[in-house]
């Protein structure tokens, strides 16, 4: 016992007492890590029991994280109008297990895209979502904006946007929110809207082509293209063309495509096994809203695709992705009979906040993600800061 006093670890009551000299403090991303006043050393293992560990769950009510002049994270305590260096969640922290479980057996279909993002910061990083205003779009917006990232909500119409901007804030008044015009059955708005966009001088890191519409009748748009193909795909494809070199110079960055499983039920081939250009912006004759809507996500699928094999050598990534069957968001306002069914469905569906669940997931999987698990040399940042 006296050897383990001399050591420094003497008999304590919890095996995750800290040695005498040794400090917990937490990165930005939530990881512990250990400093060693005495040898002004840090490591990630805990000196005793050599695990490591990350902090869990959200900070308490009234609680902020900010980031000094250094670099070095504090936590502001509104409520009692204090200032601390110390993680409050240091109470409540978990072992990292090194025989980590897979993505899969960590997140199902109950997991909503708060849930993946929880933990993350995205400060500093740029997020378009198309269809913002309502739906899916909604919250994957909002769930990127609660955890800091700068949204843009790319809308055909800019009360519903500013509305949804208005309700993001709510939740959050320190957002980074805004909207801006984007009407995509306008191939003419859509250079608009690149335009505007690359006014801002801002990095592009995540572009969410989401906004899509459902069981349309029959329609031209005014660039003389079938409105359910010119919407769903083809003003997503010049949107991402335009914005091309703004996304590689934000490498890493990635586009995310909301397509739907309902890609499977059509192809876009003729008998013979080539592709049949006439299928993608069919005439009034050869119309039915299904099959319109199926091959526009089929050509979800196929860009997206494309737009990884093309663009991942230079730091862009490209998924797309089925975000559930029949949720209750405004897709069917097109048709009585699909509000009907999607309304009977609603009970055993998800919600939106479960539907951009995959969003959220690719994204956070991908090589945008601000988070670093912890692999090299924990930081030094000097001694115990306290109170302040
Ligand atoms: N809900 C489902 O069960 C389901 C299943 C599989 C895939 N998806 C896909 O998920 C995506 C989002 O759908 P959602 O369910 O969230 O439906 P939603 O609530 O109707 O959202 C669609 C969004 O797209 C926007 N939009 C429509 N036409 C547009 C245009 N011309 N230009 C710009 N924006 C336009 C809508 O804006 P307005 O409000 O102005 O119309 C709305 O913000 C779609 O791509 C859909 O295909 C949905």
């Known amino acids: 016992m006296a050897a383990l006093r001399y050591a ?116 500093g990083k740029v997020v378009l979502v198309t269809g913002a205003n309502s739906g899916i779009g909604f919250e994957t917006a909002k769930s990127f904006a ?54 801002k001088n801002v990095p592009l890191h995540i572009l969410v082509c989401n906004a899509g519409t459902f069981a349309l009748p029959w329609s031209l748009t005014k660039d003389g293209l079938e409105t359910t193909f010119q919407v769903n795909h083809l003003g997503h494809f010049y949107l991402v063309q335009l914005l091309q070199d703004v996304l590689c ?32 912006s069919l005439s009034s004759s050869d119309y039915w809203a299904m099959l319109a809507y199926n091959r ?12 990884h094999r093309l663009l991942s050598p230079r730091g862009v990534t490209s998924n797309a992705l089925h975000p559930g069957n029949m949720m209750f968001s405004a897709i069917h306002r097109n048709s009585w009979v699909y509000k009907l069914l999607f309304t009977l469905a609603r009970p055993f569906t998800k919600s939106m906040a479960l539907g951009c669940h995959p969003v959220s997931h690719h994204q956070k999987n991908g090589c945008t993600s601000s988070v670093a698990e912890p692999g090299g040399q924990a930081p030094w940042t000097g001694s115990a800061a306290e109170w302040r």
């Not at 526009?296 to 737009?307: A, D, G, P, T, V």
Request: proline share 4%; hydrophobic share 35%.
């Open 249 to 280: 110079r934000s490498a890493p960055a990635r586009v995310i495509v909301v397509s739907s499983e309902s890609h499977r039920f059509t192809d876009i081939n003729d008998s013979s096994g080539k592709l049949d250009l006439s299928r993608l």
């Open 146 to 199: 609660l955890h800091g990232a700068h949204v843009i909500l790319a809308c055909r119409n800019m009360s519903r946007a500013s509305e949804a901007v208005s309700r993001i804030l709510e939740e959050w008044h320190k957002a980074k929110v805004e909207a801006m015009t984007l009407d995509l059955a306008v191939l003419r708005s859509v250079q608009h809207f690149a335009e505007a966009f690359k006014a």
């Open 8 to 123: 420094g670890l003497d008999d304590t009551d919890s095996e995750d007492e800290l040695p005498p000299g040794w400090e917990e403090r937490t990165t930005k991303d939530g990881w512990v890590y250990y400093a060693n006043h005495t040898e002004e050393k840090t490591q990630w293992e805990h000196p005793k029991t050599g695990k490591r560990k990350r902090v869990a769950g959200d900070l308490p009510y009234g609680w902020e994280q900010e980031t000094d002049e250094n670099g070095q994270v504090f936590f502001v305590d509104h409520i009692n109008k204090r200032t601390t260096y110390l993680d409050p969640r240091l109470a409540f922290t978990v072992d990292d297990n090194p025989t980590k479980p897979t993505t899969r057996q960590r997140y199902d279909g109950s997991t909503t895209a708060m849930e993946i993002l929880q933990g993350r910061d995205f400060t």
């Open 296 to 307: 526009s996500k089929l050509c979800n699928i196929l860009f997206s695709n494309e737009l």
